[in-house]
Structure formats: C-alpha cells, structure tokens
C-alpha cells in the first residue's frame, strides 16, 4: 500500500488546513485509516481514524469539534479537515492504515 499526503503548510492560529491522502496499491475501501501526527522531539499521536465506509470517526480529546476525518472510496482518498488550528498542532502529520502503512507525512506548521 502506498499512501500520499499533502495539504500542510503554514497557517496562522485560528487558521484553517485540509489534508488529502491518497492511497495505491490497494483496494482503499476496504481499509481503515487513520491520521497521525509527530511533533518535533516528541512520539506519534493518534489523530483521529475512520472505518471503511465512513459511517463512524473517532478523534483524539483536544481535536475533536475542530478536526473532522472523512474519505471519498471512489477517489482512494482520505482527508482531514483542520479548523480553529492552535500552536501545539504544529507536527508532521501522517496517513496510516490500521495494518501498519504509513505515509511520508505533511509538515503542518501553525505560528504567527
């Protein structure tokens, strides 16, 4: 399985990013995915995942009513949706099956 990000980038606190994550070499649909993330210095962190169709997220405790997961199947793409961005956000940000897959991330950086 090979998994793509992009969509980071530099945003100002209370700024908002989107994720994409596109997955080949695999029937995607019948993946769960997650997002993971690794601040500099620091171990991953579970984001947030979602099941294969889409029908139940879950999210970490300090992202929840900000972040929002989602995956289009047709397009073999998994997205997160990034509002209300704080500092302590900022982290490489990873795409993951729950089989072990991982990305090479997407560096999101919130500073002012």
């Known amino acids: 399985v090979q998994l793509v990000e992009s969509g980071g980038g530099l945003v100002r606190p209370g700024g908002s990013l989107r994720l994409s994550c596109t997955a080949s070499g695999a029937t995607f649909g019948s993946l769960e995915m997650n997002w993971v993330r690794q601040a500099l210095g620091k171990g991953p962190e579970w984001v947030s995942g979602?099941?294969?169709?889409?029908?139940?997220?879950y999210y970490l405790d300090s992202v929840k009513g900000r972040f929002t997961i989602s995956r289009d199947n047709a397009a073999n793409t998994l997205y997160l949706q990034m509002n209300s961005l704080l500092s302590e956000d900022t982290a490489l940000y990873y795409c993951?099956?729950?089989?072990?897959?991982w990305g090479q991330g997407t560096q999101v950086t919130v500073s002012s």
């Open positions: 993951a099956t729950t089989l072990g897959y």
């Open positions: 979602i099941n294969t169709g889409g029908t139940n997220t």
